[in-house]
């Protein structure tokens, strides 16, 4: 047995996030007491929340990448639909992904580029974090869920979120599962005026901790590779363990946290694009609350998988066979049944963005406080290209970012982005990447 | 794959050419003494031969065209609905309004307050932790005007409404000629009537049903009753009508083949949006062979048409399960097999005491909101225009013509295992030396 | 100790051990391609399945255990072996959390308390450690699979004690403690550890628990019963003849040791795609859940039928005419059959002239491997070579030149005609000779698995050849099929791999040749394969060093800790 995520540098560089001498994976004490004792009752900063959108099968270039570059960007057809949230959205374009000559996997390496910074070995190798769960290492905190994760696919197959391939974070696959994860029997209003500490919560810990002290006599009897696989085990019981205890203290209000209602009504199962939208748009009204209500801070969101991608009723061909199959047309420029698929992806996306810029907080919007990182696999997903992959940054991340910019990377690989991302979060990550795709460069273009 | 015919042909040939070379050959080695006697004995030989590879050809052909195998078409009856015509003009069918309803001849029976208050006193009963809320519950009280609190829903014929029954004046109506006269004229097995026309202009359609039921909001389109028998057809198993069409030569054209109607059991699927679903196996219901009857027709241009059979069907409307008896029963069924579907008409006699039974217990709770009738003028109406099978002695017709519009998607009809409970004990009786029943 | 020794046991685990070391060192690099697997004692964590089945056999078929979590990293094909390496994160660990506390519930909810909870508390509002030990103390040596020690016994019944006594709740009390067990790594992790060999100085073996594991979850895919516990901790299991007698008992109780086989071949089969089958509701109205749902059965029911219903020759799962139906899938098959109420499911024996024969043709295979709205040859071809021949069809290449695909004639009215245009270029051809002849001659079912003699008005060529041998029809296929030595090969392989829950390693090739060749004169029948297997000693030989308890523990409980 080999150890299922290897020690780095980076590893251990990013064990220093917080400078609490924390180390990483885990929400220790201090740093959830600070974060409690440092609340918003008291005017200090509120925090910052991160989410990853993701999204198969690229863009048309002719009709994605605006003509001006900086500030202000016009709107080609495809993503006319971010009319009214444009400037709230960075927009990356010219970024290439750079694989050192390893096989650039189709429908993979792209977004495991982009979401980890390493170019995978092969097609299926997930050795390294995605870029959420590095995040949800630093700013967690100790919010009710480390992380939440949706499939608006309704698949559990489909998480861009993971700590490696053996550790993929499972997703909510339908507004009602989403629902009872986050609203069911467990959630506490952080606006409720009668507060008091459930028994049972207590109750629960210490039966946890009994298990955590017990359980580490298994530790003695395993080699050391599965002493790390148990280790991981006994951080997510550890963190468990801490989510209760943070339960038996009167949450901090919320300003802006309205507690949803149950969704009505079931969607059925698919992947066609009706139901994904409305999964998805569904999730997000979710989501947003569950970020305006304090029950996490970071998120991930599948929108549709990289490989098969969505269907559409009545059409024979799923999007990612018309992706190779459908000639361009030569008026449009493009193939026009694909880009109908990613037009309303971005549809989707905008949606997201919305909701979050609709929620006031503090003197802005929630999206002010958030940054949301969208990639995808591929750039032009009929010749699997990995050239140009685009990429969104939205929100300001407390103020650290600036947004409504159309940036251009001349050829540069995308780790800027994940890096820029990673410092407006306030962690103090050096590096980011492997082999050329290895940078310490931000965009400072978009840093204020 | 070769077919048995070819390689018969096949053979054939082989065997007569094998023949002739062989002799061929033979008579030359053997020499030329016997050659003409045995020359015509293969002449003879290949003749025979020919003649048998030919004949096997003809019966061939004979098989392939004329004794072609016969077909079977199940179906199974996905919508059962009273064929209430509609014009679109109101006004036409309904000149002077819709019924009045139970409530309305209440008020015209009890017509002052006092009359009113003093019935309420003595048959307003609401019982104990019902308050007064439930609408529904309270007016049924409305119905025991009858003498001594008789409740009218069950005893029609105890008063006599204010208020009669509208009755549909048009003259166009879904149906079929069911008495065989041009102009309803009485006959031994009917009473005089009037007549409609069909809305594509068919003549003779006896529809006395719908002369009753046609100014009924509840059963015009969007009403309660049409709505919830609607979905009730099809969500209870009871209503599983299963229709074979057996003996059939073309789908399109076919003489004389036999129809037999079986009750079914089994629920009907549905897809994802709603449609329900053809090809299903349902299963006979052999425990009630009353259920099962059996009729010849005929099919034309894809329709089908039967002969009249008297036909026990068992129903369940608006929650109320009964047998319900068709006398003089046809269908008329268009055959669509490129949908997998059909639709058309079960027409013919209603036997009135059944038919105002299913009604005096399923409807009349409700003729005071949602189904909105009054059930002596709905029954008077009933009796008075009843219009099949006279009783001998009082010559009142005891059955009144009706037609049903029904849809259906093609099933596959199977007898039950012999370990389903289904099985009745004894086997599956039909009646086999005659097609038609009185 | 003779240098034999040295080198075949003690070496390989100075290696392991070095190549971590080296591991360690190795910062700001590359992590290494995974290495060669060495026999090792695994550490699997535990599937839904196998969770369903303990919770069943431990507390019986009316408590509920509602568990969904995406089915772990496949490695050689198999979601088994990636049990081996799969990690818990904190929303994985929530729904175990969650599991745990719905059965607990159950288990003390007044339902089934006075069955599952013999004894019975002095005061019902008080704890009682006497009873509460009594019960964790049955229960958790069954879920850990160990006798508990009494230290782990006290934390148990501490646990119970505090919360009943808080609670004022004996049962509340029971609960607690029951769901902490329930997430415990002890339940969770389904752990082989390592003993001395007494037979043999300085090497390790696995212990008998470890072997009951091992055997529990190849056969009935749950963790040791209490026979079962018995033979391993009296030592019975280090026996040949022990272990025998209890492979014996296993095989021999039908209803569990088809759980086993359905496990594996759920697994092997990838029937982890059903539930995200969803056909075009426009295109196959007709293909329903419910039918998703039992085409997926149905491939379990026809394979659970030959292999040990019939005691059949494996290779004849491709052949077979005896399916299983039921009203859903009939109608789809647009088969008649009567199917009593109470049933679901009734066999069916397809005639002679039905295009069908064996699983290739059923519908669950045909629709999982196809588009929401179309067949696919291809994908087909790839999950018979996969699935069924362990070969590993190649991935497309990165920059291969769609334009000859682009826009297919519309006068290609088949799949064979628009693939033709694959197998001509080069660049594809590659892999879609592979995949596609293997495909073609299924195009006599449409995308959700129904038969058509045309596509888009024209006939579909559905001949070809296999391995050797030519063929007209799907039937002809599955015929070349059933004949073809990767069939057996490879079933051989996945059964050994899965239940080692590892890739074999170079020495484990000739043990791998040689049940294969026990399984041709066995006439390929499962059972006898798998007691070939579950009496090995191969199937238990391991070959790490027993750890070092003076080792420190590098990681902790207190807060430190690496991912």
């Known amino acids: ?448 | 794959m070769l077919s048995k015919n070819l390689v018969i042909q096949t053979g054939l040939v082989l065997v007569c050419f094998c023949t002739i070379t062989g002799s061929l050959l033979g008579d030359f080695l053997v020499g030329k003494n016997r050659s003409v006697h045995c020359f015509g004995l293969r002449l003879t030989l290949s003749a025979t031969l020919f003649v048998a590879m030919s004949l096997i050809q003809v019966s061939a052909a004979d098989q392939d065209s004329g004794a072609a195998k016969k077909k079977t078409i199940g179906l199974v009856l996905t919508s059962w609905r009273t064929a209430v015509y509609e014009s679109g003009d109101v006004k036409a069918e309904c000149p002077d309004g819709f019924h009045f309803d139970n409530k309305e001849n209440f008020e015209k029976q009890y017509s002052t307050p006092e009359a009113r208050t003093d019935f309420a006193r003595q048959y307003l009963y609401l019982g104990p932790g019902n308050i007064g809320t439930n609408q529904l519950v309270a007016e049924q009280y409305l119905l025991m005007r009858g003498p001594n609190g008789t409740n009218v829903g069950w005893n029609p014929t105890s008063v006599v409404d204010p208020l009669p029954l509208r009755l549909v004046q048009s003259k166009t109506a879904y149906g079929l000629n069911l008495d065989g006269t041009p102009d309803g004229k009485a006959t031994p097995k009917s009473c005089k009537h009037d007549k409609f026309v069909s809305p594509n202009g068919e003549q003779g359609i006896d529809n006395q049903l719908y002369r009753i039921l046609g100014c009924s909001t509840s059963w015009r389109k969007g009403g309660h009753a049409v709505e919830f028998h609607q979905t009730e057809f099809t969500d209870a198993k009871l209503n599983r009508v299963l229709i074979e069409i057996s003996n059939i030569d073309d789908e399109k054209n076919s003489d004389n083949v036999i129809v037999t109607f079986y009750k079914g059991t089994d629920a009907i699927p549905m897809d994802a949006v709603g449609n329900r679903l053809p090809w299903q196996s349902y299963r006979m219901d052999v425990r009630f062979p009353q259920h099962i009857g059996r009729a010849r027709g005929k099919i034309v241009n894809g329709v089908l048409e039967t002969e009249p059979i008297d036909q026990y069907f068992a129903l369940s409307q608006h929650t109320f399960s009964m047998e319900r008896y068709l006398r003089g029963m046809r269908v008329r069924l268009n055959l669509a097999d490129k949908t997998a579907s059909a639709e058309g008409f079960i027409a013919g006699y209603e036997d009135l005491a059944r038919w105002y039974e299913n009604y005096a217990r399923s409807y009349s709770p409700h003729v005071n909101q949602i189904v909105l009738w009054s059930p002596p003028a709905l029954y008077a109406a009933a009796q008075q225009l009843a219009d099949g099978y006279p009783d001998p002695k009082t010559g009142q017709c005891t059955a009144i013509s009706a037609a049903y519009q029904v849809n259906a998607v093609r099933a596959l009809i199977v007898r039950p295992g012999k370990d389903d409970p289904l099985v009745a004990d004894g086997a599956l009786k039909l009646a086999e030396t005659t097609l038609t029943r009185n | 100790m003779t240098t034999g020794h040295w080198t075949s046991t003690l070496m390989p685990a100075f290696v392991v051990g070095g190549l971590m070391l080296v591991h360690l060192c190795a910062q700001g690099q590359e992590p290494a391609a995974a290495p060669p697997a060495v026999n090792a004692p695994v550490i699997r964590l535990m599937n839904a399945g196998q969770y369903a089945n303990e919770i069943a056999y431990v507390f019986g078929s009316d408590i509920k255990a509602p568990l969904r979590l995406p089915s772990f990293r496949r490695v050689d094909g198999l979601a088994g072996l990636g049990a081996g390496s799969a990690l818990v994160p904190a929303g994985t660990f929530n729904i175990f959390y969650g599991t745990a506390q719905a059965v607990a519930e159950q288990v003390v909810g007044p339902a089934h308390r006075d069955l599952l909870i013999p004894c019975k508390p002095k005061e019902a509002h008080m704890p009682d450690d006497v009873c509460a030990g009594q019960f964790l103390g049955k229960v958790g040596h069954l879920i850990f699979h160990r006798p508990l020690s009494a230290d782990v016994l006290r934390v148990c019944v501490k646990a119970a004690h505090e919360t009943g006594e808080r609670l004022q709740n004996f049962y509340a009390g029971l609960q607690y403690a029951l769901t902490g067990m329930l997430v415990a790594p002890e339940f969770l992790y389904l752990v082989e550890e390592v003993e001395p060999d007494p037979r043999h100085p300085g090497v390790s073996r696995l212990d008998g628990p470890s072997r009951a594991m091992r055997l529990g979850l190849l056969l009935w895919n749950a963790p040791p019963d209490v026979e079962l516990l018995r033979a391993a901790e009296s030592g019975e299991l280090q026996t040949t003849a022990g272990t025998a007698r209890q492979v014996g008992r296993m095989l021999a109780s039908p209803l569990r040791l088809e759980n086993g086989i359905r496990a594996f071949f759920s697994d092997m089969l990838l029937l982890d795609a059903f539930p995200d089958l969803v056909k075009d509701p426009i295109i196959y109205p007709d293909f329903t859940a419910k039918v998703a749902t039992d085409s997926s059965e149905q491939i379990l029911q026809i394979i659970s039928d030959q292999l040990l219903t019939r005691q059949g020759d494996y290779r004849d799962i491709f052949t077979t005419r005896r399916i299983f139906l039921t009203q859903a899938l009939a109608t789809l098959y647009r088969i008649p059959i009567s199917i009593p109420s109470s049933l679901d499911w009734a066999p069916y024996d397809l005639p002679d002239n039905d295009p069908r024969a064996g699983i290739l043709t059923q519908v669950g295979f045909l629709s999982v491997n196809s588009h929401p709205g179309r067949s696919s040859a291809t994908r087909r071809g790839k999950a018979l070579r996969e699935n069924f021949m362990c070969q590993t069809v190649p991935e497309p290449p990165p920059n291969v030149d769609f334009s000859a695909i682009e826009n297919p004639d519309p006068r290609l009215r088949t799949a064979r005609e628009r693939l033709d245009m694959h197998r001509k270029n080069p660049v594809c051809a590659g892999c879609h000779k592979i995949t596609d002849p293997l495909g073609l001659p299924l195009e006599s079912f449409d995308g959700a698995g129904k038969f058509r003699a045309t596509e888009n008005g024209a006939e579909i060529d559905t001949s070809g050849s296999f391995s050797g041998k030519q063929f007209q029809d799907a039937r002809g296929l599955a015929a070349a099929v059933h004949d073809d030595p990767a069939i057996t090969s490879c079933l051989v392989r996945r059964l050994y791999e899965y239940g080692v829950g590892r890739r074999i390693s170079a020495e484990e090739k000739s043990v791998v040749r040689d049940l294969e060749s026990g399984f041709k004169d066995a006439g390929y029948r499962f059972v006898p394969l798998l007691r070939a297997i579950a009496t090995s000693a191969a199937f238990y030989s391991i070959s790490a060093t027993v750890p070092d308890a003076t080792r420190t523990l590098s990681t902790s409980l207190a807060g430190s800790s690496r991912h």
């Open chain 1, 1 to 448: 047995m080999f150890l299922s995520k290897p020690l780095t540098r980076r590893t251990v560089l990013r064990g220093m996030i917080g400078g609490v001498g924390v180390t990483l994976g885990l929400p220790l004490l201090d740093c959830y007491l600070n974060t409690n004792g440092t609340a918003l009752a008291d005017g200090a900063p509120i925090p910052v929340r991160f989410g990853t959108w993701v999204w198969g099968l690229g863009m048309d270039k002719n009709v994605f990448v605006p003509k001006k570059v900086g500030f202000d960007y016009d709107l080609p057809p495809q993503i006319a639909s971010w009319k009214d949230v444009k400037q709230h959205i960075n927009l990356f374009s010219n970024f290439n992904v750079i694989t050192d000559g390893k096989p650039a996997g189709a429908h993979f390496a792209g977004w495991v580029a982009c979401l980890t910074g390493v170019v995978p070995a092969a097609t299926g190798s997930l050795l390294y974090p995605t870029i959420d769960v590095v995040v949800a290492d630093a700013i967690a905190g100790a919010s009710r869920f480390r992380s939440v994760e949706c499939a608006a696919t309704g698949s559990l197959k489909d998480s861009y979120s993971m700590r490696s391939g053996d550790a993929i974070n499972p997703p909510a696959i339908s507004p009602i599962d989403l629902y009872t994860r986050l609203y069911g029997a467990d959630f506490q209003d952080p606006n409720a005026s009668d507060f008091k500490p459930k028994p049972s919560i207590m109750l629960q810990k210490s039966v946890l901790t009994g298990v955590r002290e017990q359980g580490a006599g298994l530790l003695k009897k395993v080699g050391a590779a599965d002493r790390d696989r148990l280790d991981q085990y006994f951080t997510s019981l550890r963190e468990v363990e801490l989510r209760l205890e943070q339960q038996l203290q009167k949450p901090p209000p919320a300003v802006s946290c309205k507690v949803p209602m149950r969704p009505e009504g079931i969607i059925p199962p698919g992947t066609d694009l009706e139901l994904v939208e409305q999964r998805h748009n569904t999730m997000v009204d979710l989501l947003t609350m569950a970020l305006a209500c304090n029950q996490t801070r970071v998120f991930s969101m599948a929108y549709s998988n990289s490989t098969s991608g969505l269907s559409k009723r009545g059409l024979e061909k799923i999007h990612h066979t018309i992706t190779h199959e459908e000639s361009v047309d030569p008026a449009l420029g493009y193939q026009p049944t694909s880009f109908m698929f990613l037009s309303r992806a971005f549809g989707s996306y905008a949606y997201l963005i919305k909701a979050l810029a609709s929620v006031p907080e503090g003197a802005g919007s929630l999206l002010d406080n958030c940054v949301v990182y969208a990639c995808s696999d591929s750039e032009n997903a009929k010749i699997h290209s990995i050239n140009g992959i685009p990429m969104m940054v939205a929100g300001k991340a407390g103020g650290r970012l600036k947004t409504g910019y159309h940036i251009d990377g001349k050829g540069a690989p995308p780790s800027p982005v994940a890096l820029t991302v990673l410092r407006a979060l306030g962690t103090s990550v050096g590096e980011w990447g492997t082999g050329s795709m290895k940078t310490t460069r931000v965009i400072s273009e978009i840093m204020t």
